[in-house]
């Protein structure tokens, strides 16, 4: 049965478009359940790092981590899939040292808040406008989607 391409869509549906923020996205939700998603044991010895070209890049401290992380791919690859919602092709190791504060960002200040342009609002907008009809939903989506271009944007401008 094919579904009415005017009927109702998921928020998430509106993030595939924009690829860098949902992989953004999908990445930082990794990191938060990824003992889950590796085990323990694993989790302590690795994080994920990247996707590169859909590939998960994963930092291990160990070659015993990296070949375990090797070794457990596919299932891997099934737990990102069922938990996060993320189809990888492959999942990749490379050994050198953690450094597990350097995704984490630190509690924002007054000074450091996020100031969204109104212009790239006004962008996503007008994207988003081809497919809410709600104007109230349609502003609600362009805001988080120009936030969320913001913040990642300027997130990966620094590494």
Request: charge should be positive.
């Amino acid at each position: 049965m094919r579904r009415n391409a005017s009927g109702p869509r998921s928020v998430g549906s509106l993030f595939i478009g924009k690829l860098p923020v949902f992989k953004a996205l999908k990445l930082c939700e990794m990191e938060r359940r990824w003992e889950n998603i590796a085990g323990t044991q694993l989790a302590a010895r690795t994080q994920p790092l990247r996707l590169d070209r859909g590939a998960l890049i994963i930092v291990c401290e160990t070659p015993a981590a990296a070949q375990m992380i090797n070794m457990s791919n596919g299932s891997l690859i099934m737990r990102v899939k069922r938990q996060i919602g993320l189809d990888l092709p492959s999942v990749r190791a490379v050994v050198r040292r953690l450094d597990r504060n350097s995704r984490r960002s630190e509690p924002r200040t007054d000074r450091e808040r996020l100031t969204v342009p109104q212009k790239a609002i006004d962008e996503a907008l007008a994207e988003v406008r081809q497919t809410v009809h709600d104007p109230e939903l349609a502003l609600s989506i362009a805001r988080a989607q120009a936030a969320a271009v913001t913040r990642y944007h300027k997130a990966a401008s620094r590494e």
